[in-house]
């Protein structure tokens, strides 16, 4: 059972556009909501994160939006650029578990940016 | 720091041959976990742990085993490989109660089961 399902599972987009993508998550406990970002041959990387309480946050270029009635939130990336080509993830940790810092990930968004 | 380290970077393995994945951290941090990426499937928590001594199943749990007998190195191991159990293994770690919760990814180890 997918706890966290994401969407789309690939996108190209041109230079200087706009990237979204969308996550949908089941279980109301989730009260962490991080983007990560993976290059090839490399561990996944933090890239932002969100929790409930706020609609959206901003850092740079990139730009969580979430809808907390919906259980939807999405990544947003401005003016994408080459360099953003890589393998997307979201992901939500549950409140209070006792299991510490235990995320659940969605399956991935592998996005290629043309020059 | 080193940060998460993981060796081999690459295995081959036979069908029922055993063996460990290392993972290690410097960082100090109590919660250490094992995660497998498959296309599509995104990445699957195997086994982690909260702390030395301390360790607990995830999703997909089957055919692996963990132990943390210090706060710096979280093993996995594989008792009998299977070639459904081709893929990319990533060890992570992050601090166990923080306002963050960010997780540190190490490079991963790419097996491959013959």
């Known amino acids: 059972q997918q706890q966290v399902k994401q969407s789309p599972q690939s996108l190209i987009v041109q230079k200087g556009g706009i990237s979204i993508i969308n996550c949908a998550y089941e279980n109301t406990a989730f009260d962490y909501f991080p983007w990560y970002q993976q290059f090839p041959g490399k561990g996944p990387a933090l890239l932002i994160a969100i929790r409930p309480d706020v609609s959206e946050k901003k850092e740079g270029r990139f730009t969580i939006s979430f809808n907390k009635s919906a259980k939807q939130f999405s990544l947003h990336i401005m003016d994408s650029q080459p360099g953003d080509s890589a393998t997307y993830f979201c992901a939500a940790k549950k409140g209070r578990e006792t299991s510490g810092s235990r995320l659940t990930f969605g399956e991935g968004t592998q996005l290629t940016v043309n020059p | 720091n080193a940060g998460v380290t993981q060796t081999p970077k690459f295995q081959v393995l036979k069908t029922g041959q055993s063996m460990t994945l290392q993972c290690a951290q410097d960082m100090n941090h109590e919660y250490m976990s094992w995660y497998r990426q498959d296309p599509g499937m995104g990445l699957r928590l195997i086994h982690y742990s909260v702390g030395a001594g301390i360790t607990d199943q995830g999703e997909v749990p089957n055919g692996y085993n963990v132990s943390r007998s210090t706060t710096e190195d979280f093993p996995l191991r594989l008792l009998s490989a299977a070639p459904s159990q081709t893929s990319v293994y990533f060890c992570?770690?992050?601090?166990?109660?923080?306002?963050?919760?960010?997780?540190?990814f190490g490079p991963g180890t790419r097996l491959t089961v013959t």
């Open positions: 992570a770690s992050s601090f166990r109660d923080t306002h963050s919760y960010e997780q540190y």
